[in-house]
């Protein structure tokens, strides 16, 4: 009789020291959101990372705020605390040490070397680059884990997609190396899409929602991410939004 009052009392004492933590679920989140990487985001926080990520907290009943910043500096932001996460980040050994991922990408997207359309094209692929070759790059971005083992080349590191875009017309650089979407983007909107094509492809990430590893918040924001994204598969909204920049960008 004893034991069992002993072991009713060490239930209840267990039920009310889980009954805080359980209630303290995140209710909102502050996230890092790039300024120049259009369709996905831009500089006046709009785009389809923003209404995707808006819309899979939404089902979680998950407040969202957005601070607006260049990418490095949204990287920085999380791991200083300062911002629970930031998004468009691609899981590759460099950014898995840093960052807490959940399961369930974003997207997936592809990135590219691109050169001006009146030259030759600067070699069969990324493999057989020329030595000494200059290529543009955009600061803090993920280029897959084969891009930093590439012989021959002369890096660039710009800090926005104008400034990369014009050194390459101004044939400062040999190619640049730009998310296809994005480029895309970028080209139309500069009058240029006909000088600047891709010549060929350097890899294809999948794109998180990147989150502090030291914040006891990241792994239920993740998981309530993850969950709000299946929902949105299952019930066709992921697929609607994926429509509105056409069919190239897929997840699987």
């Given at each position: 009789m004893?034991?069992?009052?002993?072991?009713t009392l060490l239930l209840c004492s267990t039920a009310f020291v889980l009954q805080p933590l359980l209630a303290t679920e995140p209710s909102k989140i502050r996230l890092a959101a790039e300024d120049s990487w259009p369709p996905f985001?831009?500089?006046?926080g709009h785009g389809l990372s923003h209404r995707l990520v808006k819309l899979a907290y939404a089902t979680e009943s998950i407040e969202v705020e957005s601070v607006v910043v260049p990418y490095n500096r949204g990287l920085h932001?999380?791991?200083?605390?300062?911002?629970?996460?930031?998004?468009?980040?691609?899981?590759?050994?460099?950014?898995?040490g840093r960052f807490?991922?959940?399961?369930?990408?974003?997207?997936?997207?592809?990135?590219?070397?691109?050169?001006?359309?009146?030259?030759e094209p600067i070699a069969a692929d990324k493999w057989s680059l020329p030595p000494g070759i200059r290529v543009g790059i955009m600061r803090?971005?993920?280029?897959?884990?084969?891009?930093?083992?590439?012989?021959?080349?002369?890096?660039?590191?710009a800090d926005n997609q104008y400034q990369l875009l014009n050194l390459l017309l101004t044939h400062k650089l040999d190619a640049v190396v730009?998310?296809?979407k994005v480029a895309a983007e970028f080209l139309a909107s500069t009058g240029?899409?006909?000088?600047?094509y891709p010549v060929f492809n350097n890899h294809t990430s999948e794109l998180y929602l990147a989150f502090d590893k030291n914040s006891a918040s990241s792994i239920p924001l993740a998981a309530a991410l993850?969950?709000?994204l299946r929902r949105l598969k299952q019930n066709g909204e992921y697929q609607k939004l994926l429509a509105q920049i056409g069919h190239a960008t897929k997840t699987q």
């Open positions: 004893i034991r069992k009052r002993i072991l985001a831009d500089s006046s932001l999380t791991e200083q605390s300062k911002v629970n996460a930031v998004f468009n980040v691609a899981k590759q050994q460099s950014t898995e807490l991922f959940g399961n369930e990408p974003l997207f997936i997207a592809s990135a590219s070397f691109y050169q001006l359309t009146k030259r803090g971005y993920e280029y897959g884990d084969e891009f930093d083992a590439l012989p021959n080349i002369v890096l660039w590191v730009m998310y296809d240029v899409a006909s000088e600047v993850d969950r709000g």
